[in-house]
């Protein structure tokens, strides 16, 4: 139950899921080296192991599409942080691997897709929705920021279960941001852009890898995007020594 | 005493008990518009553990039960006061369980994944102190994976975490629910905020409530660590400069604002420790309201309620509780109880609210 003002990133806590690949192991490592709070989720215990002992961060062994992990994950996040500040619902499927057209993408795997990114996303900030409300009565901010795509708004052939499910995600973070404004929770859908990560390389294997953006290229974006959204200015956070 | 029906937030009722002593039966959902300008509500987030680990002695394999109970130190994640049960789970009554494995200082228990050591068996049999080997990381994964909410017979289903934490609940320091707060929602909280009442928190580690161990239920609450943040004890001391009313949900955020309260009428930011039982001799000097669920003449959370009222209300109240079936467990009904102040009109007395009348 300790509390400390959040007046530089060294004190900002921060959870991210998919923390052990592509986007969220380079927003854990950048967050880190900035000093942050992280705690990350994934599911793979190995890969958990490797990346907070690469980082420091916490890793915390589950998996969001599993209804049962989802209460024993917000515990150990709001357990290990003392509380959250910034909830990043990164971890993604892409429903059927190779991608495949609608007519022939099994129901399941639709299900899974949706699972991941719409069901686990609404799941996890539920459960830690009291932690965030807390933050932002303590008057250090609150902010829920949710990985989208350009899948979400564009009719990509072949990417209808991810598109749908991260469509649903985006109105999903639209509608809960005008809800939870007069709580002082803040909810932000942010789209990274194509990166060369490995859940890109299982949606287009062929791909160009020059031409796509560096995982910590978006990620520092994204960062940026986080702290220009919490009520405290990113020289007051840094400790900008002025 | 306790309803086994199943548990309905929405159906919920609530009892209105006002400063004058008149009762009033109301919907729980009509608690979004009880509250206005004149009001501050103050809450506990704390969210639960799942406290309740099921293992064995190490050394005979014998069948134990550890009730995580309360802290033993804030300072120290990995050890804690607990309470020891044998064979048998939730589903038998508290009362009719066998009597854990006799317990030793050094003696090893394996719980699941976690390993605990005895450090100390208190003055009576089933109640120990507990320290877990390893990091408070791992301790903290361990008791997420495999711990269960405590719970009594009165709910066959067995809880999951979420029916255990309530909508506000923050920081897994608590051993039970502080259940009050599963009367509120967050539409709730936005009527509260859209009416102009103060809506504030502070975080207190409910420790067990009840053992079905008459002997260790005298001993409850243990002493209960809170933290209270500077911006809840400014917005307590801004209500109450202002006369404004100072509602408490539940009997944790009581003891937490009374063990905290300074005389100026604030009260002190930061951590304390919540000690000692409130009840019929204490002068409440911060709280004014409290919401709180149907307890028993006899329960902790009763006797608290013997600083508001006296005993002749609180009988008439526990005759109309009784009368009209509201539903006496954690997740069943809710009682708002204001401090009884027969003689005075309401507006002067709130105005004189640092003096406490023990009817």
Sequence with gaps: MQRKKATDLRELRVAITGGTSGLGLALVHLLTARGACVAFVARTASAVERTAAETGAYGIVGDVAR????????????????????????????????????????????????????????????????????SARDRRGALVINISSDAAVNAYPGWGAYGASKAALAHMTAIWDEEAKDHGVRFLAVDPGDMDTPLHALAVPDADTSTLKHPNTAAAEIIGKMLAALPIAVEERTGAEA | MIAADHPDRRSARLLVVEADGSIRNLPRAALAALFGPADL??????????????????????????????????????????????????????????SPPALSPGDCLQLGPLKAVVERVLDHPRLVELRFTGDPQALLAGIARHGRPIQYAHVPEPLALWDVWTAIAAEPVSFEPP???????????????????????????????????????????????????????????????????????????????????????????GMGLASGRIGRETRLSVVDAILTGVHQPGESHFELLRAFAGDTQLDRISATLDRNGYRAHEFGDSMLLERWRPALPRESDRARSALSISA
């Design chain 1, 67 to 134: 209804k049962t992990d989802i209460y024993p994950i917000a515990m150990q996040i709001a357990g290990t942080l003392g509380g959250l500040d910034v909830l990043v619902n990164n971890a993604s499927s892409l429903g059927p691997v190779p991608l495949a057209l609608l007519a022939d993408t099994e129901c399941e795997e639709l299900e899974a897709a949706l699972a991941v990114n719409l069901v686990g996303a609404f799941r996890l900030t539920k459960a830690l929705f009291g932690a965030l409300a807390a």
């Design chain 2, 41 to 98: 509500i103050v809450a506990n987030d704390a969210a639960t553990l799942p406290a309740s680990l099921a293992g064995i002695r190490t050394a005979t394999g014998q069948p134990v039960e550890i009730r995580l109970a309360g802290w033993v130190s804030a300072a120290d994640p990995t050890r804690f006061a607990a309470i020891a049960f044998g064979a048998g789970d939730y589903r038998m009554r508290t009362e009719d369980r066998p």
């Design chain 2, 179 to 269: 259940s009050a707060g599963f009367a509120l929602d967050w539409h709730t909280l936005a009527n509260w905020r859209q009416r102009g009442a103060g809506f504030m928190t502070l975080t207190h580690a409910a420790g067990i409530s009840s053992t079905g161990d008459p002997v260790l239920d005298q001993r409850l609450p243990f002493d209960e660590p809170y933290h209270i943040p500077d911006t809840t004890a400014a917005a307590v001391f801004r209500a109450k400069s202002q006369g404004r009313r100072i509602i408490a949900i539940g009997t944790t955020v009581v003891r937490a604002l009374e063990a905290a309260a300074k005389p100026d009428g604030g009260v002190h930011a």
